[in-house]
Nanobody, 113 residues
Framework: VQLQAYGGGLVQPGGSLRLSCAAS????????MGWYRQVPGKQRELVAI??????NYADSVKGRFIISRDNAKNTVDLQMNSLKPEDTAIYYC?????????WGQGTQVTVSS
């Protein structure tokens, strides 16, 4: 499976961005899809992840970010609101498929005035 992410960019603090990710093949709803992020010099961290049985968010984004998934279109979106400078990172789309973790190419999100 290939994952193509869209929607990164530059936004001012307090602003919003929406990330979208499209999978090239069907991802079963029981399998997780979601978003991670990484800042240079730090480990990649979970932002939000969703399957048919659960939805989980990093504590740092709860109440500000919303993950959604369209299983018919094989897409997963991340609506990011009230963005903070510390949300600046490369955001990676993720899917679990055929017992393996799959990653998209990453999209840069920069929150700065």
């Amino acid at each position: 499976v290939q994952l193509q992410a869209y929607g990164g960019g530059l936004v001012q603090p307090g602003g919003s961005l929406r990330l979208s990710c499209a999978a090239s093949t069907s991802i079963p709803s029981r399998n997780s899809m979601g978003w991670y992020r990484q800042v240079p010099g730090k480990q990649r961290e979970l932002v939000a992840i969703m399957s048919i049985s659960s939805t989980n968010y990093a504590d740092s984004v709860k109440g500000r970010f919303i993950i959604s998934r369209d299983n018919a279109k094989n897409t997963v979106d991340l609506q990011m609101n009230s963005l903070k400078p510390e949300d600046t990172a490369i955001y990676y789309c993720y899917a679990y498929q055929n017992s393996r973790s799959k990653w998209g190419q990453g999209t840069q999100v920069t929150v700065s005035s």
